[in-house]
């Protein structure tokens, strides 16, 4: 949402939100956010990574991730109705959870812009390796003035997060899909490290 402030906004960042906050975004987008970038399984787009974590077992893994998600919920941008939405206590083999969170697309004085982000992670686990899925992606905007409902499939797909002749981000949600991939690569990065080290 687009928000007018009197003074400077003190927003609860939290450590992904801080360094990407630096980044400036241009229209001729990285190629990492261009063609193929956003992939679509039976018309959903779903981002998906398989990890390898050699000599541990699915129990290890199950209670890694379990940790992980956990206090994910509770990280500054969290909003209240992140939570833990599946668990698999008794096989390790599955463990879901729904986020909503704040994507920040600007943070300076007198205005702040950005959106309420939806997601599900769901983690596939077996004996040294586990398959994350980042899915259901939604976004709610502009919640103060008109809000407005985005899915996935209608706006930060290659169809419709680029432009015509794919070399360039989409004007309008192009901010969209370049904060929900960087958002998608931090959490992947990160959960690469917890289960590798």
Do not use: C
Not at 22 to 50: C, I, M, Q, R, W
Not at 123 to 150: C, F, H, N, W
Not at 176 to 185: A, M, S
């Amino acid at each position: 949402m687009l928000l007018t402030l009197p003074m400077a906004v003190s927003a609860q960042d939290n450590t992904w939100e801080r360094e990407n906050a630096k980044v400036p975004y241009k229209e001729n987008a990285d190629p990492k956010y261009l063609a193929g970038a956003v992939p679509e399984v039976n018309g959903k787009v779903v981002f998906s990574t398989t990890i390898e974590a050699p000599g541990k077992s699915k129990k290890e893994i199950y209670d890694l991730l379990l940790d992980y998600f956990t206090k994910l919920t509770k990280e500054d941008n969290q909003l209240e109705q992140s939570r833990i939405s599946y668990t698999d206590d008794a096989q390790h083999e599955k463990l879901v959870a729904s986020y909503q969170e704040w994507l920040v697309f600007k943070n300076k004085p007198l205005m702040l812009d950005r959106t309420r982000f939806f997601y599900q992670l769901a983690a596939e686990i077996k004996d040294g390796k586990v398959t994350i899925y980042m899915s259901r992606i939604y976004y709610l905007y502009d919640e103060e003035r008109q809000p407005t409902t985005y899915q996935a499939e209608e706006w930060i797909n290659d169809r419709y997060g680029l432009n015509k002749k794919k070399t360039k981000t989409s004007r309008v949600s192009g901010k969209f899909r370049r904060k929900t991939i960087d958002r998608k690569d931090y959490l992947f990065s990160k959960i690469e490290q917890l289960l590798t080290k």
